[in-house]
């Protein structure tokens, strides 16, 4: 059965930083792309990240650019987000995404910035 | 970025009747693979979004039939054929043509 586990989230002040990890099984992770979709509380989906698989090329929303670096250990099925700067508006549940087009979702981590 | 614009935003149904979310793009999703990539999204209260429809009209494993989607080029639609107190929810689409991807505002659909 195809698992997505979201660790790492947490409250963090104003400018911490923060790594979260997705653990996956149940599926070939290798070879996946895998992608980061956060929703801010009450609000709508907003795609953040993504990597592809073996040759791990990067995308992010522009929102995120410069300060998200998604990375992944294939050695390990893990995913990787690291957030620096963090900012009040970077509070939402982070999902973990199976593939570029989002068939398998992760339950979420909830990261909330606040002084 | 591909601005995605979904309407309406909030969507009151009678339960057994029908019901249509647009969505629309600020360019084409026609990917140069000549694959449109738009997805359509439930996102039931208090769950994770689950994929309903991807490359336009393809419905995933276990989605019931009566949901469909259709369209081309920027403009695209959801149509649930008999709406069924399960459906209430967030629908949302995304392109995943261009990064990077976008999703619409989302359309909460609820029983009248």
């Known amino acids: 059965e195809l698992q997505l586990l979201e660790s790492g989230g947490g409250l963090v002040k104003p400018g911490g930083s923060l790594r979260l990890s997705c653990a996956a099984s149940?599926?070939?992770?290798?070879?996946?792309?895998m992608t980061w979709v956060r929703q801010a509380p009450g609000k709508g989906l907003e795609w953040v990240s993504a990597?592809?698989?073996?040759?791990?090329?990067?995308y992010y929303a522009d929102s995120v650019k410069g300060r998200f670096t998604i990375s992944r250990d294939n050695s390990k099925d893990t995913l990787y987000l690291q957030i620096n700067n963090l900012r009040a508006e970077d509070t939402a549940v982070y999902y973990c995404?199976?593939?570029?087009?989002?068939?398998?979702w992760g339950q979420g981590t909830l990261v909330t910035v606040s002084s | 970025e591909v601005v995605m614009t979904q309407s309406p935003l909030s969507l009151p149904v009678t339960l057994g009747q029908p019901a249509s979310i647009s969505c629309r793009s600020s360019?084409?999703?026609?990917?140069?693979?000549?694959?449109?990539?738009l997805i359509w999204f439930q996102q039931r209260p208090g769950q994770s979004p689950r994929r309903l429809i991807h490359?336009?009209?393809k419905r995933d494993s276990g989605v019931p039939d009566r949901f469909s989607g259709s369209g081309s080029g920027t403009d695209f639609t959801l149509k649930i054929s008999r709406v069924e107190a399960e459906d209430v929810g967030v629908y949302y689409c995304?392109?995943?043509?261009?990064?990077?991807?976008?999703f619409g505002q989302g359309t909460k659909l609820e029983i009248k």
């Open positions: 149940g599926f070939t992770f290798s070879v996946n792309a």
């Open positions: 995404v199976q593939g570029a087009h989002l068939p398998y």
């Open positions: 990597i592809s698989g073996s040759v791990s090329n990067t």
């Open positions: 490359k336009v009209s």
């Open positions: 995304m392109q995943g043509t261009h990064w990077p991807y976008t």
């Open positions: 360019q084409s999703l026609v990917h140069s693979d000549g694959n449109t990539y």
